[in-house]
């Protein structure tokens, strides 16, 4: 038998990878579908949307654009904290009692010195924009809601994440584009960059996927779990690393608009809390990620 898991935020990034992760494997999970169309900041539209109640939920959906949270940080707020605080209460009010996993962000703990890498769970976070504001507001608020409830919360903080299908305002997809257009003809060998020699811990989603299932398994209620793959790499060596693999020969040229004030130079994270509570481990290789990118970049393009 089954059981049911309730996502949220479907249609993005992740939220398609799960939806295709549920359909292809043998899970134990069957996502369960809703009747109707809901909207997180609109509670009414919540009513009446479990015909079945779900046995878990993966809290997904979001604002998760950091110069979007700047530009509008009222409408960021509202989205991910008190669009949080009505799904917990339809929840409540239909008698849901399942394993809640809110997905936060590595973003929330801000600037770290080098001194204090990799980041542990044990970092005081520090957020340094509106959107990891909105997180750890959420964050606290699932927490307690698991206290006064009863209910099983957990809290995932994702570190970047790379993947097919990822809109090419975030990088990797941004340069992968490029490159395709490049071997395509439609734009000169020049790949326009921001800030591109700071590090990050890249994280393929298909590994991100399975350590949100692994934790509706196996994490501890009321804890919060990083997941990242433990190891920095920079910008820098990811695009070459997509050109290498396209063979395309290409010029980076910084592009003032796409520079973003990057206070924090380097950011790797310990997955160790996680693994131990878990077993997981990462599985994709940046090769394999880079790879499946550009492909899908390569289909994309052509249909631009």
Same mark, same amino acid.
């Not at 609109?42 to 993966?58: F, K």
């Not at 608009?257 to 878990?278: I, N, P, Y």
């Given at each position: ?6 996502? /949220? ?12 992760? +549920? ?7 069957? +996502?369960? /579908?809703?009747? *109707? ?11 009446? #949307? ?54 936060? *962000? !590595?973003?929330? %703990? ?9 980041? /542990? ?6 957020? @340094?924009?509106? %959107?990891?504001?909105?997180?750890? *507001? ?7 809601? !698991?206290? *006064? ?27 992968? @584009? ?33 350590? %949100? +299932? ?5 994490? /501890? ?20 690393? #997509? !050109? ?15 520079? @973003? ?7 790797? !994270? ?35």
């Amino acid at each position: 038998m089954k059981k049911r898991l309730f996502v /949220t935020g479907l249609s993005g990034f992740v939220g398609q990878h799960i939806q295709s992760r +549920l359909k292809a494997s043998a899970s134990e999970w069957e +996502l369960l /579908t809703v009747p *109707s169309r809901y909207d997180l900041g609109q509670p009414d539209s919540l009513e009446g #949307l479990w015909p079945e109640l779900p046995d878990a939920v993966i809290h997904l959906a979001g604002q998760t654009f950091v110069p979007e949270a700047f530009r509008d940080p009222a409408r960021t707020l509202n989205i991910n904290l008190l669009g949080t605080l009505n799904l917990l209460q339809g929840l409540k009010a239909r008698g849901f009692k399942g394993t809640f996993l809110y997905v936060s *962000s !590595g973003d929330v %703990y801000g600037q770290v010195s080098e001194a204090q890498l990799p980041i /542990t769970e044990l970092q005081p976070p520090c957020p @340094r924009n509106p %959107y990891a504001v909105s997180k750890l *507001s959420a964050e606290f608020l699932c927490l307690q809601w !698991g206290l *006064s409830e009863g209910w099983p919360v957990l809290v995932a903080r994702p570190f970047n994440h790379i993947g097919t299908g990822q809109k090419d305002s975030f990088v990797i997809a941004s340069a992968a @584009r490029q490159i395709n257009r490049i071997k395509q003809g439609l734009q000169a060998p020049q790949l326009e960059v921001g800030d591109i020699d700071v590090t990050r811990d890249f994280l393929d989603v298909g590994d991100v996927i399975s350590a %949100y +299932l692994a934790l509706l398994e196996k994490g /501890t209620p009321g804890q919060v779990y990083n997941i990242c793959s433990g190891r920095e790499q920079s910008i820098r060596s990811l695009i070459e690393q #997509l !050109g290498d693999l396209a063979q395309v020969n290409m010029q980076l040229i910084q592009d003032p608009a796409r520079m @973003r004030r990057a206070d924090q130079r380097r950011v790797c !994270g310990s997955h160790a809390k996680l693994a131990e509570a878990t077993g997981w481990m990462p599985e994709i290789t940046t090769q394999q990620s880079l790879r499946a990118i550009l492909s899908d970049w390569e289909k994309r393009v052509k249909e631009e």
